[in-house]
C-alpha cells in the first residue's frame, strides 16, 4: 500500500509548511498533531469525503488529487498507474484546459521532453567520457546544443577534454565557439 498523502505532508513540511500552517489552511479541521501524526503514518483511518475540500487547501492539491491519495494510502488503489506521480496534479490541471488550447499545451510538453531527453544524452556521453576518457567523437558533438558545444570547445581549449582527429569535429566546435548559435 502507498503513502500517497503522508508523502504530501512531508514533503510540504520539508519546504517549509509548518504543521500550523496545515492545520490552519483547513479550518482546524484536523489538528497539528494530526498533521505530524499523518507525516509519519501513524494516521489509521482516512479523512472523511466531506473534508476533502479543506484538506485539498492544506495540501496545495486539488480535490480530486485528494481523493486519489487517500484511495492510494488507505485502500491500496492507485487512478492512473500509467501517470507518473510527478505528473498527477498536472493532468488535474490539464481538465481545465480548453480544447482549442491543448495543441499549445502539447507543443510545450514536446519542447520540454526533447530537452530533457538531449540533457539526458549529453549526461549519458559525459559520463561515458569519464569513465573511458575516450575523445568526443563528431557523432556525440552533432547530438548537442551550441550551448553544450561551447562548453566543449572550451574544456578542449583548456586541456580538459579532447575531440577525435577529425576536421568535422573541429568545424562543429569553431562553429560555435564565437557565442553564435
Same mark, same amino acid.
Given at each position: 500500500?502507498?503513502?500517497?498523502?503522508?508523502?504530501?505532508?512531508?514533503?510540504?513540511?520539508? #519546504?517549509?509548511?509548518?504543521?500550523?500552517?496545515?492545520?490552519? %489552511?483547513?479550518?482546524?479541521?484536523?489538528?497539528?498533531?494530526?498533521?505530524?501524526?499523518? #507525516?509519519?503514518?501513524?494516521?489509521?483511518?482516512?479523512?472523511?469525503?466531506?473534508?476533502?475540500?479543506?484538506?485539498?487547501?492544506?495540501?496545495?492539491?486539488?480535490?480530486?488529487?485528494?481523493?486519489?491519495?487517500?484511495?492510494?494510502?488507505?485502500?491500496?488503489?492507485? $487512478?492512473?498507474?500509467?501517470?507518473?506521480?510527478?505528473?498527477?496534479?498536472?493532468?488535474?490541471?490539464?481538465?481545465?484546459?480548453?480544447?482549442?488550447?491543448?495543441?499549445?499545451?502539447?507543443?510545450?510538453?514536446?519542447?520540454?521532453? %526533447?530537452?530533457?531527453?538531449?540533457?539526458?544524452?549529453?549526461?549519458?556521453?559525459?559520463?561515458?567520457?569519464?569513465?573511458?576518457?575516450? $575523445?568526443?567523437?563528431?557523432?556525440?558533438? #552533432?547530438?548537442?546544443?551550441?550551448?553544450?558545444?561551447?562548453?566543449?570547445?572550451?574544456?578542449?581549449?583548456?586541456?580538459?577534454?579532447?575531440?577525435?582527429?577529425?576536421?568535422?569535429?573541429?568545424?562543429?566546435? %569553431?562553429?560555435?565557439? %564565437?557565442?553564435?548559435?
Amino acid at each position: 500500500m502507498g503513502s500517497a498523502f503522508s508523502q504530501r505532508v512531508a514533503w510540504l513540511n520539508n #519546504r517549509g509548511k509548518t504543521y500550523q500552517e496545515m492545520a490552519s %489552511d483547513c479550518d482546524f479541521e484536523r489538528s497539528v498533531t494530526w498533521w505530524n501524526k499523518m #507525516r509519519w503514518e501513524e494516521i489509521a483511518d482516512p479523512p472523511k469525503p466531506a473534508l476533502f475540500p479543506a484538506m485539498a487547501r492544506a495540501l496545495q492539491v486539488s480535490e480530486r488529487r485528494v481523493a486519489e491519495m487517500v484511495a492510494e494510502q488507505w485502500c491500496g488503489v492507485r $487512478p492512473d498507474d500509467t501517470v507518473p506521480e510527478h505528473l498527477r496534479e498536472l493532468v488535474a490541471v490539464l481538465r481545465g484546459v480548453y480544447r482549442q488550447d491543448v495543441p499549445a499545451v502539447e507543443q510545450l510538453a514536446r519542447m520540454l521532453s %526533447d530537452k530533457y531527453t538531449a540533457e539526458l544524452r549529453v549526461q549519458s556521453f559525459e559520463q561515458a567520457r569519464e569513465e573511458d576518457d575516450e $575523445p568526443w567523437t563528431v557523432a556525440q558533438l #552533432r547530438e548537442m546544443t551550441a550551448k553544450q558545444l561551447r562548453a566543449v570547445h572550451m574544456d578542449v581549449g583548456m586541456g580538459r577534454a579532447a575531440v577525435e582527429d577529425d576536421p568535422e569535429a573541429y568545424a562543429l566546435l %569553431d562553429s560555435v565557439a %564565437d557565442g553564435g548559435d
